[in-house]
């Protein structure tokens, strides 16, 4: 065996490992630490659940602002009614139209949303601009408005 220099003696009571188990103070510190971590692993799954219906929120109100813009874009070049309205496209500045069903060319209907529709004037080459109100049936949200040009 190798001898001990002075330093290691010294040290040795201090290093010496208590094999008895924990005391009462390094199980209360670790109940601790591990609440502390919980508590923050739940606030981010929660959080992270939050952003993705929000997310799923948007990317199904911009499919139909998408069928929407569509539909009223065909209603147009075709001089026909909107499909699944029933109703024309405005063609007088200030006119409007309110309450209108969305659905799309195929036939798929969105029972979850209305939407208004005004023309709010022309610009140079008979290019028409249009003011879409959406409503949502489902959410307690303020209804979202956009702005969009149908070229002839």
């Known amino acids: 065996m190798m001898k001990q220099n002075k330093?290691?003696?010294?040290?040795?009571p201090y290093i010496c490992i208590n094999?008895?188990?924990?005391?009462?103070?390094?199980a209360v510190v670790a109940i601790?630490?591990?609440?502390?971590?919980s508590v923050g692993v739940s606030t981010l799954f929660f959080s992270m659940s939050r952003v993705s219906k929000?997310?799923?929120?948007?990317i199904k109100r911009n499919?139909?602002?998408?069928?929407?813009k569509e539909n009223v874009k065909n209603a147009v070049w075709k001089n026909t009614e909107i499909a699944g309205t029933g109703s024309v496209a405005p063609g007088t500045v200030g006119e409007e139209l309110t309450d209108l069903s969305v659905k799309d060319l195929s036939?798929?209907?969105?029972?979850?949303?209305?939407y208004n529709l005004k023309l709010v004037g022309y610009t140079e080459n008979n290019v028409?601009?249009?003011?879409v109100t959406l409503i949502s049936k489902n959410s307690s949200a303020n209804a979202f408005e956009f702005l969009f040009e149908v070229y002839r």
């Open 128 to 131: 028409r601009q249009y003011k």
């Open 7 to 12: 330093m290691e003696k010294r040290l040795w």
């Open 19 to 26: 094999n008895k188990g924990f005391s009462l103070v390094e």
């Open 54 to 58: 929000f997310s799923e929120q948007q």
């Open 107 to 114: 036939g798929q209907e969105y029972p979850e949303y209305t």
């Open 63 to 68: 499919a139909v602002i998408k069928v929407i």
């Open 32 to 37: 601790a630490v591990i609440g502390i971590v």
